[in-house]
């Protein structure tokens, strides 16, 4: 039965009186019901003034019936209150004279029904290009966030003796975010973060030029100082000076059992250490890329042993924040990583990442990229150089 209404009301589009932007608000009988009833009371009122007339208070009703109901209905109304006004008025006129005045109403009811209906045509049509232009926009953005994508690497290295995941959140559909780890040789990878300042779309494009920079150089000389170098002039001629990237380049021997780093503006990355149950932060050493023509940096290094983790991240994760305004921060991010060492690689990336989310009611302010590293070396002595 409702079906059978839905299709009468399609073939015999009177039988809904409203707009179409109004019918879906309430029920359909109401406005017409108001207007009607106010077109009533209208005509009373002139019916009992008998000194001057009140035909310019249907004008009122019009309106409102302008506003809601469908263009054949609103328009017809206009004759009723012409009538109304005609046959209820008590005064005695010459029949030239009221002529004149029901002509005279008729047009300017006319004209008043005309604009608003006029208006209303053009707010509709503008809502229309908006929405068109919105679905566009949409389009190119999930047109972005797939070539954003392509820029992220797909599967898991397969270096012996490490045990790597990651993960990019965007938080506007692109991000500005990017990490990547680029195999070297069979016992050596390169591990990249990098956080583009700003978000959205100004920020993927720059972060698309810093993957794509990255890797150009990944098929270079291997010196990370000369990378950051050249990054930072490539980076600094596309961008204004005050978009920058901040970011961490690591260098992973399995078999010298060894990180070497460059971190530039980017988040201290965290090394739990298993043996001794410590935590280091591999801090920043230099400013980040594009802000400075010359970047002068330190390239670090640290040991690792059998059962470390390695955690990168960016500010999303630690700068989340909760109801109360309070951040997750580098400490909580610190406990979640202590209290999961024991976890694969993956499980303690969904692990820090879900406890974020809690943290922050899943209402995250910024991209989060968390990017874990297990070393799970064997029982053979590191080789030395």
């Not at 208070?57 to 263009?71: D, N, S, T």
């Not at 920058?244 to 990355?269: F, M, Q, S, W």
């Not at 309070?326 to 969904?350: N, Q």
């Amino acid at each position: 039965m409702p079906v059978e209404l839905s299709a009468l009301r399609e073939r015999v589009p009177l039988l809904v009186p409203l707009r179409k932007d109004v019918a879906s608000i309430g029920p359909a009988w109401l406005p017409v019901a108001l207007v009607l009833a106010a077109i009533a009371a209208v005509g009373y009122v002139d019916h009992l003034v008998l000194s001057t007339s009140l035909a310019y208070l249907y004008i009122f009703p019009l309106g409102v019936g302008a506003i809601l109901l469908r263009k054949e209905i609103s328009y017809g109304l206009i004759p009723v209150c012409v009538l109304f006004h005609d046959y209820w008025s008590p005064r005695v006129i010459h029949p030239r004279l009221r002529i004149f005045d029901n002509l005279l109403a008729l047009l300017c009811f006319f004209f008043v029904v005309y604009i608003i209906r006029r208006y209303i045509q053009q707010r509709e049509l503008l809502a229309k290009m908006i929405q068109q232009q919105r679905d566009d926009l949409l389009k190119d953005v999930e047109l972005a966030a797939q070539v954003q994508r392509m820029f992220l690497p797909v599967g898991k290295p397969a270096i012996a003796g490490l045990e790597i995941a990651g993960m990019m959140q965007p938080s506007k559909g692109v991000g500005g975010d990017y990490y990547d780890y680029i195999p070297i040789d069979a016992h050596t990878i390169q591990i990249v973060i990098a956080d583009v300042s700003g978000k959205g779309v100004s920020a993927a494009l720059l972060m698309s030029a810093t993957a794509a920079a990255m890797r150009l150089e990944a098929n270079r000389d291997r010196n990370m100082l000369q990378e950051v170098d050249r990054l930072n002039t490539e980076i600094g001629a596309i961008s204004d000076p005050e978009r920058y990237v901040t970011l961490l380049v690591a260098e992973i021997d399995t078999h010298k059992r060894i990180v070497r780093y460059v971190n530039c503006g980017h988040n201290p990355a965290l090394l739990f250490r298993a043996k001794t149950d410590t935590l280091t932060r591999m801090n920043s050493s230099c400013p980040p890329i594009g802000l400075s023509p010359e970047e002068i940096c330190e390239l670090a290094s640290a040991d690792l042993s059998a059962g470390d983790v390695l955690v990168f991240y960016t500010d999303g994760v630690t700068e989340a924040e909760n109801r109360f305004g309070e951040e997750f921060g580098i400490e909580r991010l610190a406990a979640t990583l202590r209290r999961g060492s024991s976890l694969s690689a993956e499980d303690l990336m969904v692990d820090i990442y879900n406890a974020a989310a809690d943290f922050c009611g899943d209402a995250f302010n910024d991209d989060v990229t968390i990017l874990v590293v297990k070393c799970h070396f064997d029982g053979s002595p590191a080789v030395t150089p």
